[in-house]
């Protein structure tokens, strides 16, 4: 039995496809491939090679593809590891791992394992981002077609046309803090969000708490204060912005509701965390 299983899913980089399964091809001699033609089929794939004895699975894409094989390894004792060939790699950034191809699959190599911490929402595993309201919206606006020809331009071209438009309010629960409303909900569970920014600076994945922030209006002025803020870490003190941490957490409405970057669905979420239950490469 080998040691590695790699689930690939070779749209990740559009028309560089060849180009990735024959880097994979050729460093990963020693691993099994399987090679996703579906949403869905990640998760299926990682969740057989976890029945099989496999000690790691690979997941060889973007966050999503990462969202998939999470979903496919939870509760077992396999260890996920991550070769990224997405668009935004958050969650790679998060773990600090090479972004480039070879780098990254000599790391997994080293074997070194790190524990952090599950998020779920209504039970589905999430594991670095959730959004409720707005950036939903504009992932569920975001067609795979057009992410493999414009890359990070499809979700900056779908943000423009959702700023404006009427938003739900949501009521939003925290453990052990008073009720409070907003029209939008991120989670965290690290610092990054939508690429190289520390949307949540005081986050840490393995420390059994989740980062909410809960925006209240999504004006055009208040999502460029927002954006101008992040860079310089204090859009968190902006007015008609909260930013907490919570070990759970319950948003309310009908709001879209998307995971690593993937649309899953509308209506009430429960957040909880599960410390330290993932194993990872590093």
């Known amino acids: 039995m080998k040691d590695y299983c790699i689930v ?10 060849l180009e990735v399964l024959h880097f ?10 399987r090679v996703t033609t579906a949403p869905g ?16 699975v690979i997941a060889a894409g973007g966050d999503g593809t990462v969202n998939e094989v999470l979903r496919g390894l939870a509760g077992t004792s396999a260890r996920l590891g991550v070769l990224p060939l997405g668009t935004m790699n958050v969650f790679a950034r998060e773990l600090g791992l ?13 074997g070194r394992t790190r524990e952090v911490d599950l998020g779920l929402a209504n039970g589905q595993p999430f594991a670095q981002l959730a959004g409720v ?11 795979s077609a057009a992410k493999r020809q414009f890359g990070a331009g ?20 925290a453990a052990g803090l008073p ?8 989670v965290g569970n690290g610092r990054f969000y939508g690429g190289p920014f520390p949307v949540f600076p005081r986050a840490k994945n393995n420390d059994g708490l989740m980062d909410v922030l809960v925006f209240r209006d999504l004006r055009a002025v208040e999502v460029m204060q927002y954006l101008l803020g992040v ?14 941490q919570t070990e759970a957490l319950t948003v309310k409405g009908t709001a879209a509701l998307e995971l690593d970057g993937e649309f899953v669905g509308r209506g009430d979420v429960e957040f909880k965390l599960k410390p330290r239950a993932i194993g990872l490469i590093v």
């Open 154 to 173: 499809a979700y900056v071209w779908s943000a423009l046309k959702q700023i404006g438009r009427p938003a739900q309010l949501l009521e939003v629960r």
């Open 231 to 244: 860079p310089l870490g204090w859009h968190t003190r902006l007015e008609g912005v909260s930013y907490l």
């Open 24 to 33: 994979i091809a050729d460093v990963a001699r020693d691993a099994e491939i």
């Open 41 to 56: 089929e990640a998760e299926s794939f990682a969740r057989e090679a976890a029945a099989e004895g496999f000690g790691a």
């Open 133 to 143: 309201g707005f950036d939903a919206d504009v992932v569920a606006g975001v067609t």
């Open 179 to 186: 009720a409070m409303e907003g029209i939008w909900v991120l």
């Open 98 to 110: 090479p972004l480039d191809w070879e780098h990254a699959w000599a790391s997994i190599l080293r």
């Open 8 to 17: 690939l899913n070779p749209q990740a980089r559009g028309a560089r496809q």
